[in-house]
């Protein structure tokens, strides 16, 4: 099982790792309030992600943080 945490202080919606996931696990969905944007992993993350790192490292907030709980 993998995880995937966001920082919600340092991600600022810019949507790198929308681009760079190639399995298309990251959507930006609305903040509260719906002004910003935010990162998020879809459901199917936390099985098929095979931890590749595109999304963590191309943060360019260093927002992302993977836990590989196998
Ligand atoms: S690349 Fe980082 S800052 Fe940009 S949307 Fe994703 S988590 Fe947020
Ligand atoms: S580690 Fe790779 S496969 Fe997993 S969510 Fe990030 S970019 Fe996608």
């Given at each position: 099982m993998v995880k995937h945490i966001v920082d919600p202080e340092k991600c600022r919606g810019c949507g790198k790792c929308v681009e760079?996931?190639?399995l298309e696990l990251w959507v930006l969905v609305?903040?509260?309030?719906?002004?910003?944007?935010?990162?998020?992993v879809t459901e199917e993350a936390a099985l098929i992600?095979?931890?590749?790192?595109?999304?963590?490292e191309g943060?360019?907030?260093?927002?992302?943080?993977?836990?590989?709980?196998?």
């Open positions: 760079n996931c190639s609305d903040r509260e309030g719906g002004k910003d944007k935010i990162a998020q992600c095979h931890t590749c790192g595109m999304c963590s943060c360019p907030e260093k927002a992302i943080v993977i836990i590989n709980e196998e």
